[in-house]
């Protein structure tokens, strides 16, 4: 376990459909991360958020949107879904995310299926 | 941006025989290299990591080395188990990039008995 939570684990929902994925971040790390993981893409880096601003953002459509709240804990909104938004969604966390490169820890996960 | 290749995409050792696995990386700004473990359907886990101040690592039977002069890293897991067999990413990162990490495309280590 590596203290990094994901909810929910399994979401399955319907083309043009909007949904939300939630991220707590290991205690006291400061930066969230979001990948997303694809059979074709692989694991790719979508955005970054260090103690509630936005730090790096990847390839990530503009139907996508990701915010960090007080609390630490991180949303990623993904709206007007297509086919191609299925996969595997990971959120990672990290102490720091600035000044310095530290390890990132992965939550479990969250699978998307649109259908 | 930066590019990661990794090489090969499948790898089938016996049980006990080592296996390496290579990665080159494209942004000289790189300086921090993971390597993650993925079982199906898993998250990502962290095995080892290197920075670019230092040259090889190991810890039990896994190393990794880095040559910054030649853009490249490898993986090396001695006197592997059935249990090694997963999905095998490297990674690169670097300060002034947020921290992100850009991924390898994976190796499929497969240990047979």
């Known amino acids: 376990d590596s203290g990094v939570t994901q909810t929910p684990k399994h979401l399955i929902t319907a083309t043009g459909q909007r949904v939300t994925l939630r991220c707590s971040p290991r205690?006291?790390?400061?930066?969230v991360y979001w990948y997303q993981q694809s059979l074709d893409q692989g694991l790719q880096f979508l955005i970054q958020?260090?103690?509630?601003?936005?730090?790096a953002k990847g390839n990530i459509l503009e139907r996508f949107s990701a915010q960090q709240f007080p609390d630490l804990h991180s949303e990623l909104n993904l709206s007007s879904l297509e086919l191609g938004d299925s996969a595997l969604y990971f959120c990672?966390?990290?102490?720091?995310?600035?000044?310095?490169?530290?390890?990132?820890?992965f939550g479990p996960g969250t699978r998307l299926t649109v259908l | 941006g930066e590019n990661v290749e990794q090489h090969p995409s499948t790898l089938s050792v016996q049980e006990g025989d080592s296996a390496v696995i290579k990665c080159t990386y494209s942004d000289s700004a790189s300086n921090y290299f993971p390597w993650y473990k993925q079982e199906l359907g898993k998250r990502p886990q962290l095995i080892i990591d290197?920075?670019?101040?230092?040259g090889e690592k190991k810890d039990q039977r896994i190393a990794v080395t880095l040559n910054k002069t030649a853009k490249h890293f490898s993986l090396h897991i001695t006197e592997t188990q059935p249990e090694d067999s997963a999905v095998y990413f490297c990674a690169a990162s670097s300060t002034g990039g947020g921290n992100k990490l850009t991924f390898g495309t994976g190796t499929q280590l497969k240990v047979e008995l």
């Open positions: 958020y260090y103690n509630g601003e936005e730090r």
């Open positions: 290197i920075r670019s101040n230092v």
């Open positions: 990672a966390s990290s102490v720091r995310g600035q000044g310095s490169v530290d390890e990132q820890f």
């Open positions: 205690s006291g790390d400061l930066s």
